[in-house]
């Protein structure tokens, strides 16, 4: 019996080592997952000796007021040893023997979080007893539920303590302690409220009347230790705890014990209870109980615990395992560049966003680039001719201006220049931003922010050189359309003068304002059809240059440097996340305590 509540005692106490205690993880921990018992009970209800009379020591703090102001997580280990100690998880490496130093280490404790004050924490401090006078049981003890505050204490106090009671009672694994004292009316109870609202069929209460001693002459509590009073599933249980005059004469746990035993077997009210009456009937109770509620959720909790090591190992292959091995560095490196790699091809291709933005660079912000250039102005009347008689000198033309036609179409081609750079520059900036986007999306690569920043770094040093040549290329284009006029379109205007001899146009007619409007219109309409195929060349361009580029070989020049490097600069580049490398191992011992625990567990349950 006592070996299945040890074996759940050890394993809350690994709970605890690990912080594997309550938290906001989608399943709940396994801390919560195992049964344990909490002691609730008004203030000055007699809490603190009850728990007393259950270990056997005298061990925790006493006073007026609030005195329990952090909850104690208190676990009793029964070992064969008589040797009687204790430990806290504060403090792991140390041993008391002295159980006067344990009730000081609590109040320490408690003022380390609190302050010297009435203030009170929801932060546990968590105790282990080994003892052989003791039964394997976990109790977890509360602050004493008040009505009022008291100087010093906020006035939130009273809904503090409640809310804080209630986060531990509420949860379907505890087995609630209900302290109610006997010399108060049963239905004042503050335990037995807060119980009956949390467990109305009363399946998980535990009802526990102390200071029967203490009634006054001529009433006793049969009818409530009976359950005629109010009814529980499980019987109530009267204890007899020393008095403020024992306590301040330091009497002894066992006499009290002793004593507690002779006053049920004396007395004429409670004589024929005796049998399941006092402390230690009451922690035998709790251990057997325990024990079969224990039982009863073991397919429970192996289902959490089974479920918890899938989440934690899908998290431990996540995480990463640590590269140790010298010979596996490279090919390590070359793997994450890989998935690296293969995230930032997603994006161009249009399996994440991305891609998208790419095209609208060149079906929006290049078309309106190019309408936005201003030759309006360039072939503005007074423009042309002025460009139309500077080409001619001091020689009119006698029939087309051709070299007025030349410089005007060569200095209206110069505008498309910024265009082009432009959607080289816009290119450059998307696949820059699509590198730094896929670094962080590439889970791999999160282990390690060396080699992020320097496969950051090499990324945007090719795409510098990809958008150099992107923005050649694409110049080259503008250039290639100055170099050379289609002369064909030049041929299908409707001429001027179609013959010299017939014209009756005379060389004066030839500069009216009307033939400086046809050569502007007809520059013009030139210039469009340059537009046209620069719209769809310059795109061709970029892509080729630079988003071509960067699929194919973005960190090729990269794998080549990292050829070079010797064994201490490649473990460098993997050197990891402080706080992920922390992560992984605080995963690893979890998973190592889920799965000895797995394993315990179902070696219990092949043994019933």
């Given amino acids: 019996m006592e070996g299945l509540i040890g074996l759940v005692n050890r394993i809350q106490r690994a709970c605890t080592v690990l912080g594997d205690y309550g938290g906001d993880n989608a399943l709940p921990t396994l801390w919560e997952a195992l049964p344990s018992v909490v002691v609730v009970g ?142 108060q009316d049963i239905a004042t109870s503050d335990a037995i409220k807060l119980a009956k609202e949390v467990d109305p069929p009363g399946e998980r209460t535990f009802g526990v009347l102390t200071k029967l001693d203490l009634m006054d002459k001529g009433t006793d509590a049969v009818e409530v230790l009976e359950g005629r009073a109010y009814r529980l599933k499980h019987p109530w249980v009267g204890v007899v705890n020393r008095s403020q005059a024992d306590i301040n004469s330091n009497v002894d746990m066992i006499v009290a014990r002793r004593r507690e035993r002779e006053y049920f077997a004396t007395s004429a009210d409670y004589g024929h209870l005796m049998h399941k009456m006092g402390s230690e009937y009451l922690a035998k109770l709790l251990s057997k109980h325990l024990e079969s509620f224990i039982r009863t959720k073991i397919p429970s909790i192996a289902s959490l615990i089974n479920k918890s090591i899938e989440e934690l190992e899908r998290e431990m292959n996540h995480l990463g395992r640590p590269v140790a091995d010298a010979g596996a560095r490279l090919f390590t490196i070359l793997e994450l560049c890989r998935a690296f790699d293969r995230v930032f091809k997603k994006h161009l291709d249009g399996g994440r966003p991305g891609g998208d933005r790419i095209y609208g660079v060149f079906d929006n912000q290049l078309p309106a680039a190019l309408k936005m250039l201003p030759f ?163 795109p061709k361009a970029v892509v080729h240059c630079q988003v071509r580029e960067a699929k194919m070989c973005l960190l090729n020049h990269f794998y080549t440097q990292l050829g070079k490097k010797e064994g201490n600069q490649l473990a460098e580049l993997l050197n990891e996340d402080s706080a992920l490398a922390e992560r992984r191992q605080q995963c690893a011992k979890r998973l190592e305590l889920y799965k000895s625990a797995r394993d315990e567990i179902d070696s219990v349950a092949w043994a019933r």
């Fill in 42 to 183: 008004g203030q000055s209800s007699g809490k603190s000796s009850v728990l007393e009379s259950i270990v056997g020591r005298d061990f925790l703090p006493r006073g007026s007021g609030i005195v329990t102001r952090r909850p104690l997580v208190l676990q009793l280990h029964k070992i064969d040893d008589e040797t009687e100690y204790a430990e806290f998880l504060h403090k792991p490496n140390k041993r008391f023997t002295d159980f006067a130093m344990v009730r000081k280490e609590i109040q320490d404790e408690t003022d380390r979080i609190t302050g010297k004050s009435n203030k009170i924490s929801s932060v546990p401090i968590h105790l282990s007893i080994y003892s052989q006078n003791v039964v394997n049981l976990t109790m977890i003890d509360l602050p004493g539920l008040t009505k009022v505050a008291i100087d010093g204490q906020p006035q939130s106090v009273v809904q503090d303590i409640e809310n804080m009671v209630w986060s531990y009672v509420e949860k379907p694994n505890s087995i609630i302690l209900a302290i109610s004292p006997a010399n």
């Fill in 376 to 538: 309006d102005q360039h072939l503005s009347l007074d423009n042309v001719k002025k460009v139309v008689s500077q080409a001619d000198g001091y020689q009119p033309h006698l029939v087309a201006p051709e070299l007025g036609y030349r410089r005007l179409i060569e200095e209206a081609l110069s505008y498309f220049k910024g265009p082009a750079k432009a959607s080289a520059d816009a290119i450059h900036i998307i696949l820059k931003d699509l590198v730094r986007i896929s670094i962080g999306e590439t889970q791999e690569l999160r282990r390690f922010p060396r080699l992020q920043s320097e496969i950051a770094t090499a990324s945007y040093e090719a795409l510098e050189r990809f958008r150099e040549e992107g923005r050649k290329t694409s110049l080259r284009l503008v250039d290639m359309e100055s170099s050379y006029l289609s002369v064909d379109f030049f041929r299908r205007l409707p001429q001027d003068v179609e013959n010299v001899e017939n014209s009756a146009v005379s060389a004066k007619d030839r500069y009216t304002e009307g033939h400086f409007r046809r050569i502007g219109s007809n520059v013009f309409s030139y210039v469009r059809m340059v537009s046209d195929t620069l719209k769809n060349n310059i």
